[in-house]
């Protein structure tokens, strides 16, 4: 019958099976595999774009295949290759994990350039490198981000904040001359140095992974959180935001009144900003809104009181893994109705899909929600109990809705995203389509997820401060693999007393309750106090923003500080890894800055059962600690001095 037909018309045919009945019909019809034997290009083109496996680039490259040096695509090899990605997702497949080494430790964050197989870091201690991550070796570095540089990289462009509020741009040494170079808002002195430096200490002939300053943006105000997605940046205060066109380094829109109060009153404090072409999203302690670009209207606003809807609650499931060599387990969804929790909480971030079309938030408690077509919610054609899903991965009887998230981050392209709490790391697959074309058609929600095996360290869990996710692996920082094997070591106990933060005129919200801080966040670390501490060796190091009190029981601890502002209780197994001094900014009066110097005292005589069960125990009560690690407060957010590196997971 096949034969009867012109090819063009069954070709057509063809382009609504699914891969795997391609495979299928070819085996049992010989008109069909010959068909598909003689139209394979075409065939299998049709079926990428089926499956959604191409982007408009690909496409691109190969409409455009008769230039001599055009990139012709093998539609064949790139579906089976996609195909064979999504079943490793899905823990289908067998996956590798890696542990970058040339990342170094103290890594802080990090942004991936998979095009270029480079992997770009800020650390605690200041700096930014440039990593292959395939070979593990380092490619370029600088010393000169400051400690607990947050980074924004999109299109060749990094972008990183410095203690004056000034926002740094580099961009990828290939791709510009320095003729190109706006004439507003050059790279001052301090940069062009840095960068020659850096050229001079890693020389290469391709200039593969080298940045070179293209700019330096002066925010009007002081900001506390900001994201760049090309060619926008978006640089958010305690109540204005302001958008920056990077390539040409200029201002070109300011929403105001971001906290203006409405009916569920205003946004709180803030925890994450995200822009695209047409819409800002601000996460607060109170809201989630979303503002309209040219002109900042507030267009929709969700609050955390209102999120008493049913979830699917993430439950380990009952069968075998299905595949032994994948480091992705499948879960089960157990469909579930949760009231809020009366406790104060808040959005911690969210991320808008390539398209625009579909946002993903996730919730300090451990919700995370996933909302296609959200615009449709601004027209009212739609509620959020109609379209959007929501995933519970708080579910343990003792979670009392306490906050474990700890960081969220999408997928580039390929509809995914991958969760970090306190309880595990996860990846969603989000596509229904691609669910149902690709794999087993998961059942109602339509969503499936994965946990990660190995890496369920509760207290290193909650120290990760960057997890990336690219179209074929899951980039974060973790506790070296060598520390994680070592026996236990007698824990030394320390309290740690962050100080008031100093805001100068500004009125920022301040929060110093012993409640875990998500990792998760692009908040603009300001200048911190610099006081000298005494490690456990004598050592005399400086630590910005951190006080540390004698502590060898809690009537020591009264004695010594009888009305602490906010204590915070963490667990030692070893000689506290310290960040570098930073030296105070200019205009900075010394005599203003009051500093609380204690000492560190240890108690060597610990059980290591017993302090585990001590640990555990402060990890309960207050929500963060663990082996090794220690915190500094910076602008009145807890952030890890901890020994961590990048550890690299790929299908």
């Known amino acids: ?107 802080h964050r990090m942004k991936v350039d998979q095009k270029e197989n480079f992997v770009m870091t800020t650390r605690h201690t200041g700096g930014l490198s440039v990593s292959d991550y395939h070979t593990d070796r380092v490619l370029w570095a600088a010393a000169h981000a400051d400690d607990y540089a947050h980074c924004e ?18 961009r990828y040494a290939r791709d510009f001359q320095d003729s190109e170079i706006p004439e507003e808002f050059k790279p001052d002195d301090a940069m062009i140095k840095a960068s020659l430096e850096a050229a001079e200490h890693h020389p290469s002939p391709t200039h593969r992974g080298h940045f070179r300053p293209w700019s330096l943006l002066h925010v009007p105000e002081f900001t506390r959180a900001f994201r760049f997605s090309y060619p926008t940046l978006l640089s958010a205060g305690v109540n204005h935001a302001y958008l920056w066109d990077v390539p040409t380094s200029r201002l070109v829109e300011t929403i105001s009144n971001i906290q203006a109060p409405n009916k569920d009153g205003t946004l709180g404090s803030l925890s994450y900003v995200e822009v695209n072409d047409q819409y800002a999203f601000f996460c607060g302690s109170n809201q989630l809104r979303i503002f309209a670009r040219d002109g900042g209207a507030l267009v929709y606003h969700l609050c955390m009181k209102n999120l008493q809807f049913t979830t699917w609650d993430v439950l380990p499931s009952n069968g075998d893994d299905p595949c032994p060599s994948s480091l992705f387990q499948p879960q089960r969804l157990h469909e579930a109705y949760h009231v809020s929790s009366t406790s104060q909480s808040n959005f911690i971030a969210a991320h808008v899909s390539s398209s625009g079309k579909d946002i993903a938030v996730l919730t ?36 009392g809705g306490r906050d474990i998230s700890v ?79 070592r026996p236990s070591q007698p824990a030394r106990r320390m309290v740690v007393i962050p100080p008031p933060p100093q805001h100068g005129h500004l009125h920022v919200p301040v929060q110093l309750s012993p409640q875990t801080q998500s990792q998760h966040t692009n908040l603009v670390q300001a200048p911190a106090q610099a006081m000298t501490a005494v490690g456990v060796e ?61 000492d560190l005292v240890v108690d060597d005589d610990a059980d290591d059962f017993e302090m585990e069960e001590e640990e555990d125990d402060l990890v309960d009560d207050f929500q963060f600690g663990g082996d090794g690690f220690m915190q500094v407060i910076v602008n009145d957010w807890f952030l890890p001095i901890n020994s961590s590196m990048v550890h690299y997971i790929h299908v």
């Open 407 to 485: 960081y969220l981050a999408l997928g580039e392209s390929n509809e995914k995203a991958a969760i970090a709490t306190r309880k595990g790391l996860f990846v969603v697959s989000l596509g229904p389509d691609v669910s149902q074309l690709t794999a087993e058609a998961p059942p109602r929600p339509g969503l499936s997820v994965c946990r990660v095996a190995k890496y369920d360290h509760s207290r290193h869990l909650s120290f990760i401060s960057c997890l990336q996710m690219t179209d074929t692996g899951l980039f974060f920082n973790w506790y070296p693999s060598s520390e994680q094997s």
């Open 364 to 399: 300090a408690p451990g919700i995370f929600i996933w909302i296609p077509g959200f615009e449709r919610l601004f027209h009212r054609e739609t509620t959020l109990t109609d379209i959007a899903t929501f995933l519970n991965f708080n579910t343990s009887r003792d979670g």
């Open 1 to 107: 019958m096949l034969h009867e037909l012109p090819t063009e018309i069954s070709l057509y045919i063809a382009s609504y099976l699914p891969i795997q009945c391609l495979r299928n019909i070819s085996l049992v019809s010989r008109a069909w595999h010959s068909l598909i034997t003689h139209n394979v290009q075409a065939v299998y083109h049709n079926t990428a774009i089926l499956h959604n496996f191409v982007h408009h680039a690909d496409l691109q490259a190969d409409s455009s295949g008769q230039s001599p040096d055009a990139k012709k695509i093998d539609w064949l090899k790139l579906c089976q290759r996609r195909f064979q990605i999504e079943r490793g997702w899905r823990g289908k497949a067998p996956s590798i994990a890696r542990e970058l080494n040339s990342t170094g430790k103290f890594v």
């Open 538 to 598: 004598g050592q005399s190091n400086h630590l910005p923003g951190l006080a540390l009190i004698e502590s060898s029981d809690d009537e020591m601890w009264e004695d010594a500080a009888p009305d602490p502002p906010s204590p915070i209780i963490v667990e030692e197994a070893g000689p506290p890894p310290l960040v570098e001094t930073h030296e105070e900014e200019e205009g900075v009066d010394e005599d203003e800055i009051e500093i609380d110097e204690g």
């Open 153 to 170: 990289y999109d299109h060749g462009y990094i972008i990183f904040n410095r203690h004056d509020n000034n926002k740094e741009v580099w």
